[in-house]
T-cell receptor, first 112, second 119 residues
Framework: GEDVEQSLFLSVREGDSSVINCTYT??????LYWYKQEPGAGLQLLTY?????DMKQDQRLTVLLNKKDKHLSLRIADTQTGDSAIYFC????????????FGAGTRLAVHP | GAVVSQHPSWVICKSGTSVKIECRSL??????MFWYRQFPKQSLMLMAT?????????EQGVEKDKFLINHASLTLSTLTVTSAHPEDSSFYIC???????????????FGPGTRLLVL
């Protein structure tokens, strides 16, 4: 079945870039997503990428997709303390129901 | 746009009682709504997929008689935890996908979650 894996923890210094990595197993996934979850809150959609794209940039966020290796990454430029949160990678399950398969989440800690 | 609300945001109840959680799409119509459960420091576990006007589709291992889902309109879905027990304590999150005509990208927008504590 489908599986999405992420590293569990990342610590960066304020102002540096953060790179959060994700691998997925289903090569037929059409969309891949990054969500952000702050403590005690729901998930906020950060960005998504369609499977025919290699890269997508949105302000401080850059998503890279390597379909051959089934690897997805999220780069946050100039990381701020407000970026501290859990970041979930998700792939859309093929089929008509728009089901998402989530990774375990990467906890990003930003320190001064 | 694309705001999803949940009510209540947190609830404490006694064991054996039933709890209803509402999920509303505020500025769009949602053909499909999803209910997730999240344990502390863990990922989201999909419980069921709810389509307006039809029965919900439950994931394997989720008791449909325990977790009743109703999707009565394009903007409202409810999850009722029946005869709640302490092991049902968790963070419940809903999401909604917009009803798009001619669109092919149906992003899920998430509610803020409901924290349930069963004593």
């Amino acid at each position: 079945g489908e599986d999405v894996e992420q590293s569990l923890f990342l610590s960066v210094r304020e102002g540096d870039s953060s790179v959060i990595n994700c691998t997925y197993t289903d090569s037929s996934s059409t969309y891949l997503y990054w969500y952000k979850q702050e403590p005690g809150a729901g998930l906020q959609l950060l960005t998504y990428i369609f499977s025919n794209m290699d890269m997508k940039q949105d302000q401080r966020l850059t998503v890279l997709l390597n379909k051959k290796d089934k690897h997805l990454s999220l780069r946050i430029a100039d990381t701020q303390t407000g970026d501290s949160a859990i970041y979930f990678c998700a792939e859309r399950e093929p089929g008509g129901y728009n089901k998402l398969i989530f990774g375990a989440g990467t906890r990003l800690a930003v320190h001064p | 746009g694309a705001v999803v609300s949940q009510h209540p945001s947190w609830v404490i109840c006694k064991s054996g009682t039933s709890v209803k959680i509402e999920c509303r799409s505020l500025d769009f119509q949602a053909t499909t709504m999803f209910w997730y459960r999240q344990f502390p420091k863990q990922s989201l576990m999909l419980m069921a997929t709810s389509n307006e006007g039809s029965k919900a589709t439950y994931e394997q291992g989720v008791e449909k008689d325990k977790f009743l889902i109703n999707h009565a309109s394009l903007t409202l879905s409810t999850l009722t935890v029946t005869s709640a027990h302490p092991e049902d304590s968790s963070f419940y999150i809903c999401s909604a996908s917009p009803h798009l005509t001619g669109g092919y990208q149906e992003t899920q927008y998430f509610g803020p979650g409901t924290r349930l504590l069963v004593l």
